[in-house]
């Protein structure tokens, strides 16, 4: 079946401009995940959404930083204002679901990413 | 707090050669580990992981890792490099039990293999 999908592939903005990027999940999978690649930082968690739980935003690198997931399934990161050090891979990942106590570990799926440049 | 490290910023390896990509964790919980492996401008990829049962995990492409709680090591190794392993490989680590469920990267090993 189809894997994660993400959109725009490549985001090229003006330092204070907003943009918002898109993940698509894979059908069926309740538990969503955003993460960004960045030089200097690696691969960073930066945003979790489980159904209808709270998000766990403990990741978003600041109040510029946020994320909508719409009916369960769509999700859309939104960087108000960019900066230069916002340019970075953004990468969507889902799974199944969520880790419960004692239940194997989900394998989460990634989409192959936004590439967002800041100029 | 979990956390990963890989040993090695970039490893060189011939074509046929074995390949050795070194991971160190550390975990509050029983962890699960994973390998991810990540080819030029395309996303990641799962090989393996490790959730508790057997200690030696077989993955994708000939890859396996075990799972060594004493040295708290999760090796990735193959005994025979093709010229297609070239790519980034991250180690990754999440503890269960918590609410999260997020991914904790290792910095990446840059995998290089000669013809």
């Known amino acids: 079946g189809a894997g994660v999908s993400q959109s725009p592939s490549n985001k090229v903005t003006e330092k204070g401009k907003d943009v918002e990027l898109r993940c698509d999940p894979i059908s069926g999978h309740t538990a969503l995940y955003w993460y960004r690649q960045s030089l200097g930082q690696g691969l960073e968690f930066l945003i979790y959404f489980q159904g209808n739980s709270a998000p766990d935003k403990s990741g978003l690198p600041s109040d510029r930083f946020s994320a909508e997931r719409t009916g369960g399934s769509v999700s859309t990161l939104t960087i108000q204002r960019t900066q230069q050090e916002d340019s970075a891979v953004y990468l969507c990942?889902?799974?199944?679901?969520?880790?419960?106590?004692?239940?194997?570990?989900?394998?989460?799926?990634f989409g192959p990413g936004t590439r967002l440049l800041v100029l | 707090a979990q956390s990963v490290t890989q040993l090695d910023s970039h490893v060189s390896v011939s074509e046929g050669t074995p390949v050795l990509l070194r991971c160190n964790y550390s975990?509050?919980?029983?962890?699960?580990l994973f390998w991810y492996v990540q080819h030029p401008n395309k996303g990641l990829q799962l090989l393996l992981k490790y959730t508790s049962a057997a200690t030696l995990v077989k993955g994708i492409n000939g890859f396996e890792a075990e799972f060594k709680k004493s040295e708290t090591s999760f090796h990735l190794t193959k005994p025979s490099a093709h010229m297609s392993d070239a790519a980034e490989y991250f180690c990754v680590v999440t503890g269960r039990g918590g609410a999260t469920n997020k991914l904790i990267f290792g910095t990446g090993t840059l995998l290089a293999v000669q013809p």
């Open positions: 990942a889902s799974s199944l679901a969520p880790v419960r106590s004692g239940r194997a570990q989900e394998t989460q799926y």
């Open positions: 975990s509050s919980y029983s962890p699960s």
